[in-house]
């Protein structure tokens, strides 16, 4: 039980903490136009925020073929990642 709750606490703070690293060693954050957009995907939609910023530096921003098949997935994963935390809640 205790190895399921550590996942859970890795999905939920990984990303984040990757995206920490990349805005300390990159210029990755030039992917956003403002520190707020940026802020606020780091708080919200941090598999998103990493598939953008993939997307925008090795397609030009083009959002076409697998590259919005990425986005949309990251999308569904972000949600995923939320509303198993609520499914679980409602469980108890």
Do not use: E
Not at 28 to 46: E, Q, T
Not at 63 to 75: N, R, S, T
């Amino acid at each position: 039980m205790g190895g399921c709750c550590l996942f859970a606490l890795f999905m939920l703070l990984g990303p984040r903490v990757f995206l920490v690293f990349v805005w300390l060693l990159t210029n990755w954050y030039a992917a956003f136009d403002s520190r707020l957009i940026a802020l606020l995907c780091w708080l919200f939609l941090p598999y998103t925020s990493l598939a953008w910023m993939f997307i925008y530096f090795n397609n030009a921003g083009q959002l076409q073929g697998g590259y919005l098949i990425l986005l949309v997935l990251a999308v569904l994963f972000d949600i995923g990642v939320f509303s198993g935390g609520h499914r679980a809640m409602k469980r108890r």
